[in-house]
């Protein structure tokens, strides 16, 4: 968490608020979230943000000189967008909750956990926060080498993959369906939270081994994940604990889930009165309907 969905609206979010504008400054208060060159430069202090991209559950904000930074929030990373008369101005402050409170000098003051600063020409600022650091930054001089070093590493995107791709991949491996469809370098963009959806969607048991998907299954989840995907994202993501977009607005898709965070609870088919279970599998909570999903 966030998954494709919700890094899709920060992604929308930030191409409305941030593209066209000119980065005046930077500021980092913890270097250690940046891989790869951490200067102020490198993180496109004195560029214009020319494009934002995603791929899977990962950012790339592009300058106009093709410098560019991938972002990976992680389990708990936020970009955020703060409006001129909102954005932290720089010089000394202290590091706190502010819940709209500022510093003796009148400056909002930094909320915790913020890592790194971007303020623009005018006024507004962009915060990348994180708590339990498991996202970060990478920067690249030129896009394709963050498209050779970084994201070649992953699978097809989730919203483009074709039947056919998923297909030969799921083909190759001997693991559940729920292992397969949460390795990144498998397919990219699908987490807990859509694994557990798409499957219910689909009738398929966590435990059905991905080698069984024939031709015809594969179309079938390929189709199920696009409108999957599709939907949540329209619905704004699922906001279950940190999640925002980069104007900070809580999705709705969280109130839609049919299995995700229902374990003990009844079955949302009209037609279905078991109760939903959970279990541990390839190392992650995993909940189904056992009438449903029934056992392959």
Known sequence: ??????????????????????????????????RGESSATALLQHDGIDRVLRHGKQL????????????????????????????Y???PAPIERTNGRT??????????????????????????TDPRRFGGLWTFAQL?????RRWSALGPDAL????????????????????????QALVAGLGNIYVDELLFGAGLHPLTPAGKVDRALAGSLVGRMRTLLTRAIERGGSSLRDYVDADNQRGSQQDRHRVYGRSGLQCSRRACSATICSDQIAGRTTAWCPSCQPEP
């Open 1 to 34: 968490m966030p998954e494709l969905p919700e890094v899709e609206c920060v992604r929308r979010s930030l191409e409305r608020l941030i593209v066209g504008r000119r980065v005046e400054s930077v500021r980092v208060t913890r270097r250690d979230v940046i």
């Open 60 to 87: 790339a904000l592009v300058s106009g000189t093709g410098r560019c930074v991938c972002v990976h929030l992680g389990m708990s990373g936020q970009l955020c967008v703060l409006p001129a008369g909102d954005a």
């Open 89 to 91: 101005r720089g010089g």
């Open 103 to 128: 510093s003796s000098n009148g400056r909002p003051l930094i909320p915790p956990h913020t890592h790194v600063i971007w303020r623009f020409e005018d006024g507004s600022a962009m915060r990348f």
């Open 144 to 148: 394709d080498a963050l498209a050779g």
């Open 160 to 183: 483009t993959i074709t039947p056919s791709d998923l297909y030969h991949r799921l083909s190759a491996t001997r693991r559940p369906l729920k292992a397969a469809l949460l390795d």
